[in-house]
């Protein structure tokens, strides 16, 4: 294995578009790289991997050198809670590695996720809740007002869960769902919400994660 293996590749060519500013640049440095390997591919498999998987998995992880890991879905069920808790409460977390949870915008399945994470040092807090028309119309029967309502409650259980444990360190993820169907210009709104509450800053920024929704 190459040490450094961006040495196998170019730089993507530059596309002039002066009034732009992203595509004429170049990627300099290596971005962050978070492994949903414990989630996304558990959910998919015909036979889910039981804590003691998922414990393996999670050790492979951190020697491939990932310092942030999905680790699950905890308000899922027991088992995604105890393997969550299990791992903070063995001290099995390296300190340098975050751990990230999912949890969809509702209270009592955030406050779950929190209670998992209880006594980690670093965890990141995944929020997502589903923005586009069909799902409005067909799903929930609401109307934009009260979805991005679902988004802005959602990000106020965030922050006031984080202020009662502040020995950990908290970073925050917002996913509008469905955001590949959705409105450009009603995601954009609900993000800005969601930044509105967590207020995010350079030294705190927050992440913004955008789904192509199959």
Known sequence: MLRDP????RPFPTIDLPNRQWPSRTI???PRWLSTDLRDGNQALIDPMDAEKKTRLFDMLVRVGLKEIEVGFPSAGATEFDFIAGLVRNDHIPDDVAIQVLTQ???DLIETSFASLDGARSAIVHLYNAVSPAWRRIVFGMTRDEVREIAIAGAKVLRDEAAKRPNTHWQFEYSPETFSTAELDFSVEVCA???DILRP???APIILNLPATV
């Open 28 to 30: 300099t440095h290596p």
């Open 6 to 9: 961006s040495t196998k590749y």
């Open 105 to 107: 915008s509702r209270r």
């Open 201 to 203: 800053t350079p030294d």
């Open 193 to 195: 919400a969601v930044m």
